[in-house]
């Protein structure tokens, strides 16, 4: 019987036999690829204790250690390739977004609508963006809402004075 299997950052491997001679079970051998060194001192200080050690740990540390940087080796070049290929995808997405998305103008092109769109003989589209239509919308309300409260009688007189020169400052502001 032979398994392979991970626990943590530690890959495990085991045997029921010593691959020679008669089968007969007389314990397992165990191979460890464990993380870093202090993980590999102590795994082995772990099953030392009341095992049979086979062959001690500085001569196993030499070969998992080549084994565990080539391993780590090629997922490094494997996932800075990912990274190229990903990079050079986004880029290629970058660049049909830029030369398909709209070009934005702050122009009024007509003060009555927020956003006035036109498309040029070469499927090119532009925004024209009104900044003061904005401002006219709030205006409006502001002026409504000036002359709700100027009526209301729920508000005292001086609440009332306090809350439409806020506004009348606002709608001056507005208005210049």
């Not at 996932?79 to 030369?99: F, G, L, Y």
Request: proline share 1%.
């Amino acid at each position: 019987m032979h398994a392979s299997f991970t626990v943590g950052d530690t890959q495990i491997m085991a045997s029921d036999g010593m691959g020679s001679g008669h089968a007969s079970f007389q314990g397992i051998s165990l191979a460890l690829s464990p993380a870093n060194a202090a993980d590999a001192q102590r795994y082995f200080d772990a099953l030392a204790d009341g095992g049979k050690v086979q062959r001690e740990l500085q001569q196993i540390e030499a070969r998992q250690v080549d084994r565990a940087e080539s391993r780590r080796e090629v997922q490094v070049a494997l996932a800075e390739a990912h990274a190229e290929a990903a990079q050079v995808r986004a880029e290629a997405v970058a660049e049909k977004a830029v030369a398909s998305a709209p070009k934005v103008v702050m122009k009024c092109l007509d003060k009555d609508r927020a956003v006035t769109t036109k498309v040029d003989a070469n499927g090119r589209t532009t925004m024209y963006v009104c900044e003061s239509y904005g401002d006219m919308v709030a205006l409006k309300a502001l002026k409504h809402t000036r002359k709700s409260i100027a009526s209301d009688s729920k508000w005292s007189d001086d609440t009332r004075a306090e809350i439409l020169a806020d506004i009348d400052a606002e709608i001056a502001r507005l208005s210049r």
